[in-house]
Nanobody
Framework: QVQLVESGGGLVQAGGSLRLSCAAS????????MGWFRQTPGKEREFVAT????????YYADSVQGRFSMSRDNANKTVTLQMNSLKPEDTAVYLC????????????????????WGQGTQVTVSS
């Protein structure tokens, strides 16, 4: 079992930047691929980014490609989502998720493949 806590959300102007962090505790962090998803009321949970267990592979949604960057620090059991060139349509609750996997380069953009979720942090981008 792993517990996830997101932080770093807030209000930012369009074109600005924000860095989200996800702190993990519990089971061995390096056993999990990690993902970021975002949720808007009334919408399905949307994939944002994912990173493999060893940090060697990343994958991004088309909507954030080139603007967002995901990284992880297994020693400190944290993952980060650096968000640049933010747009109003990026406004959402951002959730950190962990997926148990034996594959060191395994990635997933499917919410149902993740085992543990944080509570989310609100990101609001104003125009």
């Amino acid at each position: 079992q792993v517990q996830l806590v997101e932080s770093g959300g807030g209000l930012v102007q369009a074109g600005g930047s924000l860095r989200l962090s996800c702190a993990a505790s519990g089971s061995a962090f390096s056993n999990y691929a990690m993902g970021w998803f975002r949720q808007t009321p009334g919408k399905e949970r949307e994939f944002v980014a994912t990173i493999s267990r060893n940090g060697g592979s990343t994958y991004y949604a088309d909507s954030v490609q080139g603007r967002f960057s995901m990284s992880r620090d297994n020693a400190n059991k944290t993952v980060t989502l650096q968000m640049n060139s933010l747009k109003p349509e990026d406004t959402a609750v951002y959730l950190c998720a962990a997926a148990r996997t034996s594959g060191s380069r395994w990635l997933s953009r499917r919410a149902y493949e993740y085992d543990y979720w944080g509570q989310g942090t609100q990101v609001t981008v104003s125009s």
